[in-house]
């Protein structure tokens, strides 16, 4: 399949999904971005437009990238607890729910983030 086409379409369900999905102070969203190399998360405020947290895998030293997913989530969970944040909104950006994504999940859970 074309990059192109995967890309068009990757940006309709990430469209499909913000539509549902929106973060308060209270409770922000969870949203993530993944590239080839590395995954982020950030906790963001759409009602001021502000981001609270942010974590990446960029300079983790973690073997597989299941790892370094499981890293960047609990390293978030860890930053909004410092932040009293506990409740968060999960935005998956248009990603599958599988590999990277279900890890940064887990470690967000596993940090004490519910969602």
Do not use: C, H, W
Not at 26 to 34: C, D, T, W, Y
Not at 37 to 49: E, H, P, T
Request: proline share 1%; charged share 30%.
């Amino acid at each position: 399949m074309n990059t192109k086409v995967k890309k068009i379409q990757r940006a309709r369900r990430r469209k499909r999904i913000r539509a549902k999905v929106f973060g308060t102070s209270e409770k922000p969203r969870l949203s993530i971005f993944k590239s080839n190399r590395y995954i982020s998360a950030q906790l963001i405020d759409d009602s001021k437009g502000v981001t609270l947290v942010a974590g990446t895998s960029k300079g983790l030293k973690e073997k597989s990238a299941l790892e370094r997913a499981k890293a960047v989530g609990v390293m978030i969970a860890t930053q909004a607890k410092a932040k009293k944040i506990t409740k968060v909104v999960f935005d998956r950006g248009g990603y599958l729910y599988t590999g990277s994504v279900s890890a940064l999940a887990l470690g967000a859970r596993e940090g004490g983030l519910e969602f």
